[in-house]
Every structure is written in structure tokens, then in C-alpha cells.
């Protein structure tokens, strides 16, 4: 009995479940992930992965048999790379090391990691990638059919299974070696956020203003911090689906002078603005 309550107690339920923006990320081969695109799917499992991982490397028979089980039941399975110290030729070093066999996508702003609410690598989070809701995030038991996982799995695939009508479940998991995540920048923005006339203003006159004018090919006009508070819901989209600014490039195959990407400190300190509300002071 005590077992069972410990257990209970390490599961937290919502009343509704969480929420995710779509986003749009690189793999470790330079194929373009982008979350609604998958909505043929029922459900996307996204692992959080780190070079060094014990938990990832422990795990990879337990992952392929999970993908064994579900692919054919409408679940697609990604890896998700947000180590601060991982770049992309160390995502594939650790690939063909030990050969995950999974789309590795590269979050080097740790910008998708925020949304999902990752914390740590070997983290697994289950997504509705139609209604964009998060139903579980925990890690990858040894036992996965008969843990919340598997149930987690079973109930989205049911005929007639709707995720706003079930709960994000999350399950509490020890760290283990080499598995750490730090958000430096996330922390940095929580404990205060950009200022807006001296960082965020900046950003905008130099990366969207152009095109953002009135009487411009922009849809709207970039003159006033009300103006673009109102419309922080979809610049936040458009970056982290990057959509916007067009004629982007990965940086790790291609650049060219006029390039439309936006350096990784630019968009964290972009998303991280909306994400405090847009403050103008």
C-alpha cells in the first residue's frame, strides 16, 4: 500500500491538458520536423536526448520496441536534442555511435524543450500534433505497456479518442548520468524579461520592420509596441515555425549575405518576451 501511494504521488493529472505551439526544427541529417505536419498521426512521441546520456543509451532497445508496437497505430517517434553543450556534429557523433534509428531534431535556442516543458534528457513526451496538447511527459519505464505511458498511448489511438477530454499526465523521474539540461537563457528571462525599447525594438526594426510598414508586403504594420503586443500570438508562431523572416537557411549546410535567419540569441529573447506577456516597461 505504501508502494501504491508513493506511486500516486509521483503521477500529477490536470484538469485540462497543456498546450504547445507548433514549431518547426532541423534533424541531425538536415530534414525539417515541423509538429503540425504530422497531424495524419494520432500522436507524436518526442524523446529528449543528450550526447553522454546513460538513460538514452540504456533505453534504445526499449524506444525501438515502443516504435515497433505504435507506428502501425498511428504514433510517430522523434528524439529531441536541447543540450546546451551539443552541436550538431556532436548529435550525429553520437548517432552513429549508437545508432538511435531516430529523427534526432537539433533545439539549439532550447526554445521547443520550454514549450514542452522538457527538464531533462530521457524525458519522453507524448503530443496530439491535431490539437496540439501535451498527455504525457515522464520517462520511458521498463514496463511501458502497463504504466502511464502505454495507457497514455492506448487511450489516443482508441476510435473516437479526443485529447481535450483527457488529462496531461506527468510522472516524476530521477536524473541520471550525463542527462542533465541547463536553460541558462530561460532562467535568465524568467528572473527578468527583455526590456523592449533597448533589446526587443532593436530586433524588430532590423529583422522584420523592412517589410512591416505601412503600405509594406508585411500584413500588418510595425509601428507601435500595441501593435505588435496584439500581434506577439503569431510573430511567436512564425518564428518557431520559421516562416518568418523568409529566405531562411539551416547555418549548419548554407549561408548567403542576405540570409533571413535570425541569430539563436535573437529569437530566444524574441519568444521569451512574448512568452512574459510583451511588456513595454
Not at 498546450?19 to 509538429?35: E, P, S, Y
Request: aromatic letters at 6%; a negative charge.
Amino acid at each position: 500500500m505504501a508502494l501504491l501511494a508513493a506511486a500516486a504521488l509521483s503521477i500529477n493529472a490536470h484538469a485540462a491538458p497543456e498546450r504547445v505551439g507548433d514549431f518547426t526544427l532541423i534533424d541531425d541529417t538536415g530534414k525539417a520536423h515541423q509538429l503540425s505536419k504530422y497531424a495524419f498521426n494520432k500522436a507524436v512521441v518526442i524523446v529528449s536526448q543528450a550526447s553522454g546520456c546513460s538513460m538514452n543509451q540504456e533505453n534504445i532497445a526499449r524506444y525501438k520496441q515502443l516504435r515497433t508496437n505504435w507506428d502501425h497505430r498511428g504514433v510517430s517517434f522523434l528524439m529531441l536534442n536541447s543540450s546546451v553543450d551539443d552541436e550538431r556534429a556532436d548529435i550525429r557523433a553520437e548517432e552513429a555511435v549508437w545508432n538511435y534509428d531516430f529523427p534526432i531534431m537539433d533545439d539549439d535556442a532550447q526554445l521547443v524543450a520550454n514549450a514542452l516543458g522538457v527538464t531533462q534528457a530521457g524525458q519522453v513526451v507524448v503530443v496530439d500534433p491535431v490539437r496540439m496538447n501535451i498527455l504525457y511527459r515522464g520517462p520511458m519505464p521498463g514496463q511501458w505497456a502497463r504504466a502511464p505511458l502505454g495507457q497514455t498511448l492506448e487511450a489516443i489511438v482508441a476510435d473516437g479518442a479526443d485529447s481535450r477530454q483527457m488529462d496531461t499526465v506527468t510522472v516524476d523521474m530521477e536524473e541520471a548520468e550525463g542527462c542533465a539540461l541547463d536553460f541558462p537563457v530561460a532562467d535568465q528571462y524568467v528572473a527578468e524579461a527583455p526590456d523592449y525599447e533597448t533589446e526587443i525594438a532593436p530586433i524588430l526594426i532590423e529583422r522584420c520592420v523592412g517589410c512591416h510598414v505601412e503600405g509594406g508586403i508585411g500584413p500588418f504594420a510595425m509601428n507601435s509596441h500595441m501593435m505588435i503586443q496584439g500581434w506577439s500570438p503569431m510573430i511567436r508562431e512564425v518564428i518557431m515555425t520559421n516562416r518568418m523572416p523568409p529566405m531562411q537557411v539551416d547555418p549548419a549546410v548554407k549561408s548567403f549575405k542576405n540570409s533571413g535567419n535570425i541569430p539563436t540569441e535573437e529569437r530566444q529573447k524574441l519568444i521569451h518576451w512574448i512568452n512574459a506577456g510583451s511588456p513595454r516597461d
